[in-house]
């Protein structure tokens, strides 16, 4: 065999060897984002939900105590701070870091100039995920707890710890682990039921002490009172 056919044939060799035993390159990811919950989003046109790195959040049903001590959904809050620093256009830019357990993209992302993660733990509407971070977002998270921003004005349970059954002590049962779940809310003089998956089912909190209560089924709600929403 002609000694150039035999470097050729080592090339090719040697290169595909260097592919095989190369890391995969991490994934850069762009596009219109829509927030899946405080530390999730979703690039329309990519059919993987991506996890922002170091960074967790409170969960959708969790409630926390603000200053004053007064119950609020934390988790709904979050998540809401999260789209104000995505902002209006929705665009970000994301690279990849890791995979998680379910599969998701674990991603570092940037919107407006900004690291999202990194923003949201300032803000204090999200605490570093000390577990698998490397510890870049302490900083941020020593300021909001400095400055007593977000969920630091009051008090919460880290994401983690609530994810295991801890609560705050005035913490009540956000349907999730309930027999009967549809939500007895008083407004006013007002008296609503609100359903699993309505509008404003997941924003509602009970406050029993105040005479909210849980209800098994709509036409006990309405035989206590309750009325559905309008509109």
């Known amino acids: 065999m002609p000694s150039g056919e035999i470097s050729l044939r080592s090339a090719i060799v040697a290169l595909a060897l260097i592919i095989l ?18 530390d999730t989003i979703a690039i329309r046109g990519e059919k993987t939900r991506i996890r922002l790195y170091g960074v967790d959040g409170p969960e959708s ?10 119950r609020y959904l934390c988790g709904s809050k979050a998540a809401d701070a999260l789209a104000s620093i995505i902002g209006r256009n929705g665009r970000v830019s994301c690279k990849e870091q890791d995979r998680d357990r379910y599969g998701r993209i674990v991603v570092t992302c940037e919107a407006n100039g900004r690291d999202i ?51 705050l002590p005035n913490e009540a049962s956000t349907g ?21 998956g309505s509008r404003n089912y997941a924003r509602t ?18 035989a206590a009172g309750w009325r559905a929403p309008r509109g």
């Not at 570093?128 to 900083?139: A, I, V």
């Not at 909190?205 to 309405?222: L, Q």
Request: with cysteine; charged share 30%; net charge negative.
């Open 61 to 70: 049903q969790q409630t926390c105590n603000d200053a004053s001590g007064a």
């Open 176 to 196: 999730s682990d309930r027999k009967c779940a549809i939500k007895g809310n008083i407004s006013g003089a007002e008296r609503i039921y609100h359903l699993p």
């Open 117 to 167: 993660a990194g923003e949201l733990i300032r803000q204090g509407w999200a605490v570093e995920y000390t577990q698998y971070s490397d510890g870049r977002y302490s900083d941020e998270e020593e300021e909001a707890q400095r400055a007593k921003r977000g969920l630091w004005a009051g008090t919460f349970v880290k994401p983690w710890e609530w994810r295991r059954g801890e609560r």
């Open 205 to 222: 909190t009970i406050d029993e002490s105040k005479g909210e209560r849980w209800f098994c089924s709509e036409d006990e709600a309405k």
């Open 21 to 38: 035993t190369s890391p995969v390159m991490a994934q850069s990811l762009s596009g219109q984002a829509d927030v899946i919950d405080v």
